[in-house]
């Protein structure tokens, strides 16, 4: 009775946790965006064949995969309780989500960089008095991986005939990012209403890079809660492996009973319901 009170406990917390996910996912925080749209043909800058992913690239089944795979080894192993394969699981669910998390956010940190940078070349190449077109080519010229694919594209288009305004919005679909939205929306308003694009396009820079150094100033003050974290962790972890290794029959017996199974497993859910919750806690909304 108490293992069955105890995955249903794990399972309502894990279903918990993954509707938390989702609902991120649907709010794109850090989305997983549309298909990208089929590419055209010909053209020298070259769409290419294949059509370009959408960027960052998430792998959200990755947390459910690694939770279920850890819960079904413990569970397989036999020698444990079934409520810890269910803390186990949901554990390693929660910390590959996170980390998963964090890579993309890394990646999207490093294209609104690229993006700031080529900003900033076309406003050189604008206020030499060439073109638009041009301009993208003198930075597509000095643009890296990963943006380099996503601007070729663009020029791409823009040479096909396609409407900058068009191809510019095609690119914020790409890469849906709170900064390329933003360059998006401004560069098609000043399209539509007139003016010095050399002028526009120096403010959108500017703001990109200050949203830029704000992300990393937070981020930067959030280090100290994620050691504290992860400190919590590996002492209450070491703690245990002292007790087990000065008494390991009377601790064996305490973890393996109904009710020190119940209460371990709860201790380490817990553990998984708050590194989810610091996570979400310490991202950067604005």
Request: aromatic share 10%.
């Amino acid at each position: 009775m108490s293992g069955d009170l105890s995955l249903l406990l794990f399972v309502a917390l894990a279903a918990a946790l993954f509707h938390v996910a989702y609902s991120a996912w649907m709010r794109e925080d850090l989305p997983m965006a549309p298909p990208a749209e089929p590419p055209e043909d010909g053209g020298e800058a070259g769409l290419g064949k294949a059509a370009i992913k959408t960027f960052p690239t998430r792998y959200h089944y990755a947390s459910p995969v690694a939770g279920m795979g850890v819960a079904a080894l413990i569970k397989l192993g036999g020698r444990l309780p079934i409520e810890y394969s269910a803390a186990f699981g949901l554990l390693a669910a929660v910390l590959v989500y996170v980390f998963e998390e964090w890579l993309a956010a890394q990646r999207a940190a490093r294209i609104e960089m690229q993006l700031a940078d080529t900003i900033d070349l076309m406003v050189g190449a604008l206020r030499a008095g060439t073109g638009l077109l041009a301009s993208l080519e003198a930075a597509y010229q000095e643009s890296q991986d990963p943006f380099r694919p996503h601007l070729r594209d663009l020029i791409g288009r823009i040479r096909l005939g396609e409407d900058p305004v068009t191809a510019i919005q095609s690119l914020a679909r790409r890469i849906p990012l709170e900064t390329f939205r933003f360059f998006a929306t401004s560069f098609c308003v000043h399209w539509e209403t007139g003016g010095s694009m050399a002028q526009t396009l120096t403010a959108i820079g500017r703001t990109i890079r200050d949203r830029i150094e704000m992300s990393r100033r937070i981020q930067a003050q959030a280090v100290e809660v994620h050691a504290s974290v992860v400190g919590i962790m590996a002492i209450s972890y070491a703690v245990t492996f002292i007790m087990w290794r000065s008494n390991p029959g009377s601790l064996e017996e305490f973890l393996t009973s109904p009710i020190g199974a119940f209460i371990a497993a709860a201790a380490i859910a817990l553990q998984a319901v708050g590194v989810f919750w610091i996570s979400r806690m310490s991202r950067v909304r604005y």
